[in-house]
């Protein structure tokens, strides 16, 4: 079974169509990543996919499960790290992670032990009790990642978990995300402008543009499917750059967009 | 680093339906109620952990209250504007205690529409607990808020020489009627945030809506001075049914208050909340 299936996925906005017609699915173990200029639609895509939003049309499908009809059993298998900082900075790393675990109704001895698990998972041992205001982004993002992991999560979706970090803080972010990974074999679906990170740490990829999905498959495969491309990036810049803007290339441009979207 | 977390798959999948099958199955409805009430008190208990950690706001913000009892009680008590009112000082008291729980639970909607552009409401509205516990949750904290505020408020009262009747049982009634009062009043601002959605607009409105609800309450005259149209509204005020409430047992010594006083609130503390949960995601569009 997929562990999402998204299939000609609408999402509009009154007049503006933020995702057009968009399919995708995720395999259970995999790391996937969604790419795409802004204003592609990853950013609505994954929120319908976390049970945010509504989708306009088309199926979303989470564990077999669909969003609209059982957000709350979804919402139990789903860890969602947003875009924004979302851990509260009036706190300390310890509490974020304590209110948390107490919304999920964990009983008093395994959360103790929970907690100091993910606080290790994260490398933020030494950092709980410090108010989340006096931390890096690079230890609020690992903060985040914790929180979202706590009921261990089938899948965890994270909305550009380095978005805004220096090299350093992003490798730390992309060592905890792997050492959940070791551990409990979770899916991660993530969306970044980074293409190396898609490149080293997506086992798939998916590229959006203007709302729809225009090519998708591993790094390589797409590589492969570029005439000239020799990186990621080249075909990022192939599928999203311009179309007017490359001259009379419309043409090719839209048989080089069938060709990819047969990876689909 | 390598894909390490690739190789962990295989044996990850073998167990993979069994822990999706325990992870989905439905939950029984009592367990969802016990989930509701549960969440509700974490949510409270944040703003409890987050007054731990700054205290001084509840200090800062009982200055407003203080002014009012020395700037303008002094001055109204003084030039004898309210005749009927013997000790004028002691008639306005518990009405500026009342505006101080309403300027507190005001602002809750504005924590939302601030929690919802940092990111912390979207994380928890993805943690599988029921969504109206937050509602509920954010009231409770309202409430605890006000009470640390409204201890502060009769300090300064009692040191400004007003006379109180204090006892176990009128602080006790006190107590819970702030608790109330904060709750109807935060429940008020989550709706006006679920309408409004940013803070410009939150802001400006917010401003517009305390001026009548103060003034157009019992808190500093009787509403027998008022015009009868303005009587209507001072009315269906619910802060007029918490200064009454308060004046009852802190002026009057009365011990529980009058049940209609109480009633009033109940309800509009139900209404509100009641429109608030099923609302309360819409502030995410």
């Known amino acids: 079974m997929h562990l999402v299936e998204i299939e000609g996925l609408v999402k509009r906005f009154g007049d503006i169509v933020a995702v057009d017609e968009a399919s995708i699915t995720i395999e259970p173990g995999e790391a996937f990543a969604l790419l795409g200029p802004n204003g592609a639609g990853k950013t609505t895509m994954i929120r319908i996919l976390v049970t945010l939003l509504p989708p306009t049309s088309g199926i979303v499908r989470v564990a077999g499960l669909d969003v609209t009809r059982f957000p709350d059993r979804i919402r139990r298998i789903l860890g969602y790290v947003p875009q924004t900082l979302s851990a509260d900075p009036a706190l300390t790393g310890y509490e974020n992670l304590l209110i948390v675990s107490k919304l999920l109704r964990m009983p008093r001895n395994e959360r103790e032990l929970v907690i100091a698990e993910v606080l290790r998972l994260v490398d933020l041992e030494e950092a709980a009790d410090r108010l989340v205001r006096t931390y890096s982004g690079g230890m609020v993002r690992r903060l985040e990642v914790a929180q979202a992991i706590l009921h261990h999560p089938l899948l965890l979706v994270l909305d550009e978990p380095t978005v805004g970090l220096d090299p350093t803080a992003r490798r730390s972010v992309w060592e905890a995300l792997f050492a959940l990974r070791r551990r409990d074999g979770t899916t991660l679906l993530f969306t970044t402008h980074y293409m190396e990170e898609a490149e080293s740490y997506a086992d798939r990829v998916a590229i959006m543009n203007r709302g729809r999905v225009v090519a998708c498959g591993t790094p390589a495969e797409l590589v492969r499917a570029v005439p000239g491309a020799t990186t990621l990036d080249d075909v990022f810049t192939a599928l999203t750059g311009d179309v007017l803007e490359s001259g009379g290339s419309f043409g090719d441009t839209r048989r080089l967009r069938r060709r990819l979207q047969r990876f689909d | ?285």
């Open chain 2, 1 to 285: 680093m390598t894909r390490d977390g690739s190789a962990d798959v295989s044996s990850v999948s073998t167990d993979f339906s069994e822990r999706l099958a325990e992870a989905t199955r439905p939950l029984p409805r009592w367990e969802s109620l016990v989930s509701f009430a549960s969440a509700a008190l974490v949510v409270a208990e944040v703003e409890a952990r987050k007054l731990r950690h700054d205290p001084w706001e509840v200090v800062t913000r009982a200055l407003q209250p203080l002014l009012w009892l020395t700037v303008f009680g002094q001055a109204v008590a003084r030039a004898r504007l309210l005749s009927e009112q013997e000790d004028y000082l002691t008639f306005m008291a518990p009405g500026i205690l009342a505006q101080s729980v309403m300027f507190t639970s005001i602002f809750y909607g504005l924590a939302i529409i601030w929690e919802r552009d940092a990111g912390i409401l979207q994380k928890i509205l993805v943690l599988p607990v029921p969504r109206a516990s937050f509602v509920t949750g954010k009231a409770l904290g309202a409430g605890l808020r006000a009470l640390l505020q409204a201890a502060v408020v009769v300090t300064v009262a009692l040191l400004l020489q007003v006379r109180f009747h204090l006892d176990l049982f009128s602080l006790v009634t006190c107590a819970l009627a702030v608790l109330l009062g904060a709750g109807v009043f935060a429940s008020l601002s989550m709706l006006l945030a679920t309408l409004l959605k940013t803070r410009e607009r939150f802001m400006g409105i917010g401003q517009v809506l305390t001026m009548p609800l103060f003034f157009a309450s019992n808190a500093i005259y009787p509403i027998h001075l008022m015009p009868a149209w303005l009587q209507v509204l001072a009315q269906v005020n619910p802060l007029t049914y918490l200064v009454e409430l308060l004046r009852d047992t802190l002026v009057d010594g009365q011990r529980f208050g009058v049940i209609q006083d109480w009633l009033v609130l109940l309800a509009w503390l139900v209404l509100l909340q009641a429109i608030v949960s099923r609302r309360y995601d819409r502030v995410l569009l």
